[in-house]
């Protein structure tokens, strides 16, 4: 596996050594002692997966709040997303600041986010599949999001007029948010 550290501190994009055969491949998507090698020593509680039935689907900016923040490893499972994540660490020198990714079922990579990070991403392709582990369960009461479409944070979504849940379409604007990452 191969550790790829971002601009953004903490996240890092994972390359699965995958091998390939006539009968098709075999990948390590998870492996704690590789991980811990790698600067990941967190402890995954959950796994989640969501399908999405068109290209263009987006689904977030998303995060928990402490104490049930979550650190989440993502992989395309099928299809494609271009996966984003927004860095909300109000003290970070790279508040405010957002990367993207594509994550596909060909490339096999996966995204490791850290707790204070809003995340989301554009499904590219009909029938895409994620899924992705979290190290705390999923508890409403401690979610929180920011609008796709912020005019602050102006990230580049390869989609113009998505496919939003009615709550995506009422979160609040970054620069109107209550960060609890201070």
């Given at each position: 596996?191969?550790?790829?550290?971002?601009?953004?501190?903490?996240?890092?994009?994972?390359?699965p050594k995958v091998f390939n055969d006539s009968r098709g491949f075999f990948l390590e998507s998870y492996s704690k002692?590789?991980?811990?090698?790698?600067?990941?020593?967190?402890?995954?509680?959950q796994d989640n997966h969501s399908r999405s039935q068109s290209s263009g689907v987006i689904r977030g900016?998303?995060?928990?709040?402490?104490?049930?923040?979550?650190?989440?490893?993502?992989?395309?499972t099928?299809?494609?997303?271009?996966?984003?994540?927004?860095d909300i660490r109000a003290t970070s020198a790279t508040y405010g600041k957002w990367l993207g990714f594509e994550l596909s079922e060909e490339n096999f990579h996966l995204l490791y986010v850290p707790h204070g990070f809003a995340h989301g991403f554009c499904t590219l392709r009909e029938n895409s599949e994620v899924q992705y582990k979290v190290d705390n369960p999923y508890a409403p009461e401690y979610e929180g999001g920011i609008r796709w479409d912020d005019p602050d944070l102006k990230i580049e979504w390869p989609v113009q007029n998505p496919?939003?849940?009615?709550?995506?379409?009422?979160?609040?604007?970054?620069?109107d948010f209550s960060n609890p990452f201070q």
């Open positions: 596996m191969e550790f790829i550290k971002t601009d953004l501190e903490g996240v890092i994009l994972i390359r002692t590789k991980f811990k090698e790698g600067g990941i020593e967190t402890t995954f509680t900016l998303h995060f928990q709040v402490p104490p049930l923040a979550q650190t989440k490893l993502i992989r395309a099928k299809g494609a997303i271009y996966d984003v994540v927004v496919q939003l849940s009615e709550k995506d379409k009422t979160l609040p604007f970054f620069r």
